[in-house]
């Protein structure tokens, strides 16, 4: 009979991912990871196979997590430009307030690794391409209620609102300037119209 895991997969990949986000990649040891997740190195093995599978299980894992996170907030029963407005401010907040300047693990994941890696370039492009759809719903649904009225096509603010919040990401940890950073959200709010 197999030997029954002593750990909680999803409480570990936390870990790993606390892990994963402060180091990145390439400055993640397998020491780092085993005293992170406080776990063995061979319950790392098998459970997660390598280095990689355990990093690409980690994105995923952070994808989904953040993308229903996501879903939720543009789900709520709010005017259209409140829930961009709120995003915004959410995403404000956890740049000014990590002490740590982490920024997005996906974001960091593909300036680290891409175009080296074809894992996380799909990754990138999926959880990418998932903010795209929610903002585009999003933006869509307050044109059919008079509440915005854009001047540039819905698909190209979507797309912009995208890229923002990820350069957001990046500058964010160079700057943890809220003042700065309330300026980006807000030029890109603009475009709302």
């Known amino acids: ?13 936390e870990k790993a991912l606390e892990v994963f986000w402060c180091n990145g990649y390439n ?8 005293e992170g997740m406080c776990i063995n190195r061979q319950s790392i093995y098998d459970t997660y196979g390598d280095k ?16 229903e996170a996501l879903k939720a907030h543009f789900a709520q029963d709010l005017p ?3 829930l961009f407005r709120s995003y915004f401010d959410k995403a404000i907040a956890a740049q000014t307030q990590d002490k740590k300047s982490k920024g997005c693990l996906i974001n960091n994941a593909a300036l680290e690794m891409i175009p080296h890696d074809k894992d ?5 492009q999926r959880n990418l391409n998932s903010m795209y759809e929610i903002f585009l719903t999003a933006i869509k649904k307050g044109i059919k209620t008079k509440e915005l009225a854009p001047t540039l096509p819905v698909e190209s603010i979507a797309m912009h ?3 923002t919040l990820q350069g957001m990401n990046t500058v964010g940890k160079a700057f943890s300037d809220k003042k700065r950073m309330q300026s980006i ?3 890109a709010m603009s475009t709302l119209g």
């Open 161 to 163: 609102i995208v890229t």
């Open 52 to 67: 990689h599978t355990l990093f690409v299980e980690v994105l995923n894992h952070y994808s989904e997590k953040n993308g």
């Open 27 to 34: 400055g993640t040891s397998f020491a780092d990871l085993t």
């Open 185 to 187: 959200a807000d030029a």
């Open 1 to 13: 009979m197999p030997r029954q895991k002593e750990f909680e997969r999803e409480e570990v990949l």
């Open 80 to 82: 259209v430009r409140q």
């Open 120 to 124: 996380v370039k799909e990754i990138a």
